[in-house]
Nanobody, 121 residues
Framework: QVQLVESGGGLVQAGGSLRLSCAAS????????MGWYRQAPGKQRELVAI???????NYADSVRGRFTTSRDKPKNTVYLQMNDLKPEDTAVYYC???????????????WGQGTQVTVSS
């Protein structure tokens, strides 16, 4: 059974830092993109950062320059380093991974359970 397990959320003051991690476990052939999304109360889920299988990264405009995503392929793990956090970064953060179970398959989306990040002003 495939699982994405997240860790690292919490409460931090504005200007502080947090580091999220997400590890994929189970049996699968490969991982395409791995990324982070977030959902604030009353808002839609939005992309925060993504890293492709080739190592390219992309960020939401609102976090570019403050957040950095990285990926440890042998460990099937993705990280999100969040610096200079702002109250508007408060949300539940979800890890996403696009998994393939055979080399000919199209990838399927899997999601972590979500981790709360709260930034106080």
């Amino acid at each position: 059974q495939v699982q994405l397990v997240e860790s690292g959320g919490g409460l931090v003051q504005a200007g502080g830092s947090l580091r999220l991690s997400c590890a994929a476990s189970g049996r699968f052939f490969s991982i395409n993109n791995m990324g982070w999304y977030r959902q604030a109360p009353g808002k839609q889920r939005e992309l925060v950062a993504i890293t492709t299988a080739g190592g390219s990264t992309n960020y939401a405009d609102s976090v570019r320059g403050r957040f950095t995503t990285s990926r440890d392929k042998p460990k099937n793990t993705v990280y999100l380093q969040m610096n200079d956090l702002k109250p508007e970064d408060t949300a539940v953060y979800y890890c996403n991974a696009q998994l393939k179970f055979h080399w000919t398959d199209n990838p399927d989306d899997y999601w972590g359970q979500g981790t709360q990040v709260t930034v106080s002003s």
